[in-house]
């Protein structure tokens, strides 16, 4: 079953004071349609999951988000700011984690986020009070002067976090935060994506093949297939939809038409584990 709940509405128009909304948004590649008139509505604070079988068009809509790409058509509004118009207003009011790990595991700790505090232009002082705060943010304590190829993966992914908010942004953008993270390791990532949105208001977009994940951690879910939006809603109203008793598999089932990938597919896991592998 195929729904296409959001077509022909204007979400931004309805609801202009977003913190992302994507209008009838499209991607193509060489003719091959990844986003296919993708409109999408996030209200400030929320953490927010973007679920999907592979392929269907989850890291495409987060680096048209960050304007790492450009949309074939439509348009998306980040922070109040046109991705395709303002893309430099939007880069100051965000944060990105990629899929990739993209921590230095040559550098410490601090020195990663040294070169995160540069690119931002945090100087002086208060570049040195922020990474203290968001050294003890992340847990890091003492492991901040050890190289981070000495780190575990969970520790890294929470580096990067520190990293991408170090200049305090709006909206944090995740690509698969905790694929190839253990059990543990995947919680402490949650408790700072949680501690983040409690704390600064933050608004949280991440993408996830993690059912439990998506359950326990977001407080709305967009299900994306084949580029377009199979169904949006809170994750208890999801299942209500599809049924009582069911879960979060079942909804993911019904409207992606796709069976479960636990581990997110071949490919994504070898490298993000061969990342960490690399580091450790
Ligand atoms: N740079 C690219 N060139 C050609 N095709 C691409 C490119 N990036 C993504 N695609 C294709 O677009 C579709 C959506 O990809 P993607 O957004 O990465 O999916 P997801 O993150 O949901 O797994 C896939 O079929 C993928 O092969
Ligand atoms: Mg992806």
Redesign the pocket.
Same mark, same amino acid.
């Given at each position: 079953m195929r729904r296409r709940p959001n077509e022909g509405k204007s979400v931004m128009n309805a609801n202009p004071s977003a913190a992302i909304a994507t209008r009838d948004l499209c991607?193509r590649?060489?003719g091959?349609a990844? +986003?296919e008139g993708l409109t999408l509505s996030v209200a400030h604070g929320l953490i927010f999951g +973007?679920l999907?079988?592979?392929?269907?068009?989850?890291?495409?809509?987060?680096?048209i988000l960050t304007t790492l +790409?450009d949309a074939s058509a439509g348009s998306a509004a980040v922070a109040g700011f046109d991705v395709a118009k303002e893309p430099l207003q939007v880069r100051r009011h965000i944060g990105y984690v990629p899929?990739m790990l993209s921590a230095d595991g040559a550098l410490t700790g601090y020195e990663n986020l040294r070169l995160s505090a540069s690119l931002y232009g945090l100087l002086g002082a208060g570049r040195e009070a922020r990474i203290d705060e968001a050294i003890a943010f992340s847990g890091l304590g003492d492991a901040a002067g050890k190289l981070v190829r000495t780190y575990s993966g969970g520790m890294i992914r929470r580096l990067e976090i520190a990293q991408a908010t170090l200049h305090l942004p709006e909206v944090l953008f995740l690509?698969e935060p905790t694929i190839g993270l253990d059990p543990v390791a995947r919680r402490t990532v949650w408790d700072r994506l949680q501690h983040l949105r409690e704390a600064r208001g933050t608004t949280i977009l991440i993408?996830t093949h993690d059912m439990e994940e998506a359950d326990l951690l977001c407080d709305e879910l967009a299900i994306?297939h084949q580029?377009r939006l199979a169904a949006t809603g809170t994750p208890a109203g999801l299942k209500a939809q599809v049924g009582p008793e069911s879960t979060l598999d079942d909804v993911f089932v019904q409207f992606s038409g796709a069976v479960i990938d636990h581990g997110g597919?071949y490919r994504?896991v070898r490298e993000s584990r061969g990342t960490i592998r690399r580091l450790g």
């Open positions: 991607k590649f060489n091959f990844a +986003l +973007l999907g079988p592979n392929g269907a068009g989850k890291s495409t809509t987060i680096k +790409l899929q690509d993408t994306l580029g597919d994504d």
